[in-house]
Every structure is written in structure tokens, then in C-alpha cells.
T-cell receptor
Framework: NAGVTQTPKFQVLKTGQSMTLQCAQD?????MSWYRQDPGMGLRLIHY???????DQGEVPNGYNVSRSTTEDFPLRLLSAAPSQTSVYFC????????????????FGEGSRLTVL | AQTVTQSQPEMSVQEAETVTLSCTYD???????LFWYKQPPSRQMILVIR??????QNATENRFSVNFQKAAKSFSLKISDSQLGDTAMYFC??????????FGTGTSLTVIP
């Protein structure tokens, strides 16, 4: 029962490098999202997707790209890493609100700690 | 825009005592959901409790209960009989239609033996 799987769990990058954080879920959730967590700022939404082929921007999308080619996968791409992107990143998924009685609660991955030097 | 405010950055409680974490939110939505998530040192985000805004009855899950005051836009979490395993960061979250979540900045709770 894997749930939401994020890889890698830790990554160190140099400024200007690019990388992809992987996220996969096996619960057939339509909704997937990426958050970043910074001290004193809670979790802030980067990008989200309501289904395969559909993505949209959240609160802090600059410097990040996403795609959703399948229901299961939702990778987050850092195009040119900057020190300001040093953070802990969480992928989360859920059923649409109301579907099958669900209340839309988010199921989170274990997080990925990214350091940009 | 929706905002979620947790005004207590840090709190502590003696083991077996009761503690209440505060959360207020601002929204013009009429139908929404509220959640408390717990993040222990392991970093995993764990759902503690949820509340549907259209329900007047406060949600309860074992030692965890909420005081939901819709008119005041307040959603506090009460932890009874605090245990060492309750030591964690607690996040209040608001969700509106479309599964749009908004999180507070968190309250770090320490349970003292």
C-alpha cells in the first residue's frame, strides 16, 4: 500500500542546475499538487492538477514546471535552480470533493529536501 | 482570497494535560472544509481531524476535538490527555471547492514529560 511516493528524498544542487522531483500515487486520485514548506511560512501551493492533461498554477509557481501525462504521475521540474528554491517539497493527492463521499483530504508523500548552493 | 492564521508559533503542555491550538480563517465561501494536519519530526504529514462547514456538530477523533465557530471563522484544536507522541508541528488548513487548500503557518507543540 504505497500511497504517494516522492523521489528523491534529499538532493543538493548547484545554482543553475535543473532537476525533476518525481511523484507517483497508486490511489487513482484525480487531484495532485505540489507544495513547498519553508520555516514560518507553512505550506504554499506551487502547481496542481485536477486530472491527466490538466495543470494550473498555485501561489508560488515561478521557476517550476509540471506536467500530468498520466493519472498516477505528477513530476515537478526546476528549470534553473536558485538558492531561494532551497526548501522541503511535498507532493499530495486527493479525490475530488464529494466523489464517493470523500471530503477531499490530502494524502501526502514523505517530502523531498532540496538544497541549492 | 482565503487566509488561514495560526497565532501561536510555539506551545508546550505537560503530559496528560489538555492543550488548545488556535486557528482563524477568512473566506467569503459558504461551503468549505477545515482540517488539522500533524507533522512529527519524521516530516510526514498526517491528517488529525476534519470538519465540514455545513455541519454544526464539532468533529471528534479520540483525544482530538475541534471547536468550530463558523460565524467567528474560528477552528481550534483541543488535544486531551496529551502524550509524548503528540509532539509535532500542527497545521490548520482550509479547503474550498476544487480541492484548493490553504495552510496556516503552523504551531509547534511540545509535550513535556
Amino acid at each position: 500500500n504505497a500511497g504517494v511516493t516522492q523521489t528523491p528524498k534529499f538532493q543538493v544542487l548547484k545554482t543553475g542546475q535543473s532537476m525533476t522531483l518525481q511523484c507517483a500515487q497508486d490511489m487513482n486520485h484525480e487531484y495532485m499538487s505540489w507544495y513547498r514548506q519553508d520555516p514560518g511560512m507553512g505550506l504554499r501551493l506551487i502547481h496542481y492538477s485536477v486530472g491527466a492533461g490538466i495543470t494550473d498554477q498555485g501561489e508560488v509557481p515561478n521557476g517550476y514546471n509540471v506536467s500530468r501525462s498520466t493519472t498516477e504521475d505528477f513530476p515537478l521540474r526546476l528549470l534553473s535552480a536558485a538558492p531561494s528554491q532551497t526548501s522541503v517539497y511535498f507532493c499530495a493527492s486527493s479525490y475530488p470533493l464529494g466523489q464517493g463521499g470523500n471530503t477531499g483530504e490530502l494524502f501526502f508523500g514523505e517530502g523531498s529536501r532540496l538544497t541549492v548552493l | 482570497a482565503q487566509t488561514v492564521t495560526q497565532s501561536q508559533p510555539e506551545m508546550s503542555v505537560q503530559e496528560a494535560e489538555t492543550v488548545t491550538l488556535s486557528c482563524t480563517y477568512d473566506t467569503s465561501e459558504s461551503n468549505y472544509y477545515l482540517f488539522w494536519y500533524k507533522q512529527p519530526p519524521s516530516r510526514q504529514m498526517i491528517l488529525v481531524i476534519r470538519q465540514e462547514a455545513y455541519k454544526q456538530q464539532n468533529a471528534t477523533e479520540n483525544r482530538f476535538s475541534v471547536n468550530f465557530q463558523k460565524a467567528a471563522k474560528s477552528f481550534s484544536l483541543k488535544i486531551s490527555d496529551s502524550q509524548l507522541g503528540d509532539t509535532a508541528m500542527y497545521f490548520c488548513a482550509f479547503m474550498k471547492s476544487g480541492n484548493q487548500f490553504y495552510f496556516g503557518t503552523g504551531t509547534s507543540l511540545t509535550v513535556i514529560p
